[in-house]
């Protein structure tokens, strides 16, 4: 609950500066690109829905119960990922995940690919940034290119009414998921 009141809040505080170079675009971002463009009244759900590249986000925000609060006034930043992303987990990972027992593991991965803003590819730089779940991402900047902890900002600046989003290829996970076992093994 503490979570999907903080998203319904729209956190302040993000670690984001501004004249980044802006995010590499791949040629197979132009259809996301231009619906983007055109449905720049839809929120961040309400886009998710429309495109074909988010149903296992869309299904994994249901399981969540986080549909209303990423509809909600916001601003977010959201680093989606794609079926893509989802299908390059490990077999089994996402339908073990989608079970109702696992709810708190799924809104604590889900609210990890959010930061509290409105932070366009202009706006990026290196360096942390607090996402909604409470740990950090790390943001790194190379020959144009944005990263993401490990993952690849594909397409930028998705406009919603209440943020933005940007696609990645990998879904993120919080680093305290699945924590390493001490040295003794345990």
Do not use: C, W
Not at 36 to 48: H, L, R
């Amino acid at each position: 609950m503490r979570v999907q009141s903080a998203l319904l809040l729209g956190l302040s505080g993000l670690v984001f500066g501004i004249n980044a170079p802006a995010m590499a675009q791949p040629r197979h971002s132009a259809p996301l690109m231009a619906q983007a463009k055109a449905a720049q009244s839809q929120t961040i759900v309400e886009i998710a829905q429309g495109n074909q590249s988010f149903s296992t986000l869309v299904a994994a925000l249901k399981a969540a119960g986080l549909v209303e609060a990423l509809s909600g006034k916001g601003p977010f930043t959201v680093f989606a990922p794609t079926n893509e992303a989802f299908a390059a987990l490990p077999k089994g990972t996402l339908e073990t995940l989608l079970k109702p027992e696992n709810k708190d593991k799924l809104v604590k991965i889900l609210t990890y690919h959010v930061v509290s803003g409105d932070v366009t590819s202009a706006q990026i730089k290196p360096g942390p940034a607090k996402t909604l779940e409470g740990q950090n991402l790390m943001i790194k900047i190379k020959d144009g290119k944005v990263k993401v902890n490990k993952a690849t900002v594909i397409s930028a600046d998705v406009d919603a009414s209440n943020g933005v989003i940007h696609v990645v290829n990998q879904v993120l996970l919080p680093p305290d998921l699945f924590p390493k076992p001490n040295k003794t093994g345990k």
